[in-house]
């Protein structure tokens, strides 16, 4: 309940609020799901997607559909190319999740896919680097849950601010 209520508390309304809604719903669930089992569902990606896409259509071109569309683009083929050059180092699942991050953070500006990436990574790096440290077992990073957690926080700080 608290991504919702810092949603609430952001300042985002009426059509923007359902869509913000909707996206954060599908990209907790997916962030759970690859917390579990390192598995990032096409099905539920593209939902996300849909859904997102449908609630945020009835406010025509107020928004900023340029800035979605080709920063969900752009990291989406920059993160396929990624999982093709590292033989699927960089899951097929992660590349697919980007759509969505790349649409809700991109709404609000393009340059706010980079840094919602870049803290993603970062977190992910910490925990890497605090794994080792401690000698934990060494088991698969689900980037995803990373990447959802910095795109809600980039999203709610970039609302509150506007």
Request: proline letters at 4%; hydrophobic letters at 60%; aromatic letters at 8%.
């Amino acid at each position: 309940m608290a991504p919702f209520g810092l949603l609430l508390a952001s300042g985002v309304r009426g059509w923007e609020l359902a869509a913000y809604t909707w996206w954060s719903l599908g990209l907790l669930v997916l962030a759970f799901v690859d917390a579990a089992v390192l598995r990032l569902p096409h099905r539920l990606t593209a939902a996300t997607t849909a859904g997102t896409l449908v609630l945020l259509a009835p406010l025509g071109l107020t928004g900023s559909w340029s800035g979605a569309l080709i920063g969900a683009g752009c990291i989406a083929a920059y993160y396929l190319a990624v999982h093709v050059v590292t033989r699927g180092g960089l899951g097929l699942g992660d590349a697919a999740l980007m759509v969505p991050i790349g649409f809700g953070v991109g709404w609000l500006g393009w340059q706010l896919i980079i840094v919602a990436v870049v803290i993603g990574h970062g977190l992910g790096t910490v925990t890497i680097v605090v794994r080792r440290l401690t000698h934990a077992a060494r088991t698969p990073l689900p980037l995803g849950s990373y990447l959802v957690a910095a795109s809600f926080a980039v999203m709610v700080a970039a609302v509150a601010v506007r």
